[in-house]
Nanobody
Framework: QVQLVESGGGLVQAGGSLRLSCAAS????????MGWFRQAPGKEREFVAR????????YYADSVKGRFTISRDNAKNTVYLQMNSLKPEDTAVYYC????????????????WGQGTQVTVSS
């Protein structure tokens, strides 16, 4: 089992930046595909970004492409989400997730989840 804890959320003005961190413990971190998802009130959980086991392959939702960057440091058992040029529509609870797949963006394919961190972007 993998334990995941997110941090770095907060309140930021539109156009600003935040960096989210997800610290992992438990089974070997480098064995897992890692993803970031978000969920706004009244909305379904939405894929944001994923990164493969080595960190050499990333994939993003169209809504964040060019603004967000996912990265991982396997030596530190940590995955990051750098968020730039934030917009009010980015406001959501952001979740870190770990899975055993390779290309999936379906939240149902991720077995382990953090508790989430709130990101609020003001106009």
């Amino acid at each position: 089992q993998v334990q995941l804890v997110e941090s770095g959320g907060g309140l930021v003005q539109a156009g600003g930046s935040l960096r989210l961190s997800c610290a992992a413990s438990g089974r070997t971190f480098s064995n897992y595909l890692m993803g970031w998802f978000r969920q706004a009130p009244g909305k379904e959980r939405e894929f944001v970004a994923r990164i493969n086991r080595s960190g050499g392959s990333t994939y993003y939702a169209d809504s964040v492409k060019g603004r967000f960057t996912i990265s991982r440091d396997n030596a530190k058992n940590t995955v990051y989400l750098q968020m730039n040029s934030l917009k009010p529509e980015d406001t959501a609870v952001y979740y870190c997730a770990a899975g055993g797949g390779y290309y999936t963006v379906d939240p149902n394919d991720y077995a382990y989840w953090g508790q989430g961190t709130q990101v609020t972007v003001s106009s």
